[in-house]
């Protein structure tokens, strides 16, 4: 490719050759002698130049990574709980705790209001100021107090059968206010007192909760 000058500013471009170098830009203050060179940039900006067509973007689906497998583990056949063990396990840890019979003293027993006219007993191997288990007071209504699990619970008395001796029959049965716990007693009395009163000389205390009897051997006495 030839450049020749006619006039002063004026650039007349000559081209002696086919156009096998794409791209080739010439440049009007060239000087003359000077061959073209091919300059990719200048292509760009050459606007004679043929636009260059991007190659198309096919799209490609990448497959989603697979979930991976869990492996579930059975026990071995000796640790397989069956149902009925399951059941027989729940039955126990729901039941309720049993009831523990303690002694009081004389003074725990008027500050949870018992004491007076009516029936103590205590058990066969104590004596009335260390093993007091039960009172049973004169009159309707609540009257009988024992110590459970810490602290005095009241009973009404549901039946009364035998002897009657101070508003006290020789067979009772009780039930608390709650009603989930019974207590019967049965005692055999002995020779009077001095003073208004009656010995008992054995006797039997039977706490019943669920179904579940605690049996208590007592003596005391009763009076007023």
């Given at each position: 490719?030839?450049?020749?000058?006619?006039?002063?500013?004026?650039?007349?471009?000559?081209?002696?050759?086919?156009?096998?170098?794409?791209?080739?830009?010439?440049?009007?203050?060239q000087?003359?002698?000077?061959?073209?060179?091919?300059?990719?940039?200048?292509?760009?900006?050459?606007?004679?130049?043929?636009?260059?067509?991007?190659?198309?973007?096919?799209?490609?689906?990448?497959?989603?990574?697979?979930?991976?497998?869990?492996?579930?583990?059975?026990?071995?056949?000796?640790?397989?709980?069956?149902?009925?063990?399951?059941?027989?396990?729940t039955?126990?840890?729901?039941?309720?705790?049993?009831?523990?019979?303690?002694?009081?003293?004389?003074d725990?027993?008027?500050?949870?209001?018992?004491?007076?006219?009516?029936?103590?007993?205590?058990?066969?191997?104590?004596?009335y100021?260390?093993?007091?288990v039960?009172?049973?007071?004169?009159?309707?209504?609540?009257?009988?107090?024992?110590?459970?699990?810490?602290?005095?619970?009241?009973?009404?008395?549901?039946?009364?059968n035998?002897?009657?001796?101070?508003?006290?029959?020789?067979?009772?049965?009780?039930?608390?206010?709650?009603?989930d716990?019974?207590?019967?007693?049965?005692?055999?009395?002995?020779?009077?007192?001095?003073i208004?009163?009656?010995?008992?000389e054995?006797?039997?205390v039977?706490?019943?909760?669920?179904?579940?009897?605690?049996?208590?051997?007592?003596?005391?006495?009763a009076?007023?």
């Open positions: 490719m030839k450049t020749s000058r006619f006039k002063a500013g004026v650039t007349v471009v000559a081209i002696a050759a086919t156009l096998n170098l794409s791209g080739c830009i010439l440049r009007a203050d000087p003359e002698g000077m061959s073209a060179t091919a300059d990719p940039a200048a292509a760009v900006l050459n606007n004679d130049a043929e636009p260059s067509v991007a190659a198309p973007v096919v799209a490609t689906e990448t497959p989603a990574p697979e979930s991976p497998k869990v492996l579930e583990v059975q026990p071995p056949a000796s640790e397989v709980v069956p149902d009925d063990a399951k059941a027989a396990a039955t126990l840890t729901d039941a309720p705790l049993p009831v523990e019979v303690q002694s009081y003293s004389g725990e027993l008027f500050a949870a209001g018992g004491g007076g006219c009516g029936m103590s007993l205590w058990r066969s191997e104590g004596s100021s260390d093993s007091s039960l009172f049973s007071g004169i009159g309707e209504g609540p009257q009988l107090l024992m110590k459970l699990n810490g602290k005095f619970v009241t009973f009404e008395r549901m039946e009364g035998g002897q009657e001796f101070y508003g006290q029959f020789a067979q009772q049965r009780f039930r608390n206010l709650n009603g716990i019974e207590v019967a007693t049965e005692v055999e009395l002995g020779a009077k007192g001095e208004e009163s009656v010995e008992i054995q006797g039997r039977v706490v019943t909760r669920n179904g579940v009897d605690q049996e208590i051997a007592v003596k005391g006495d009076g007023c």
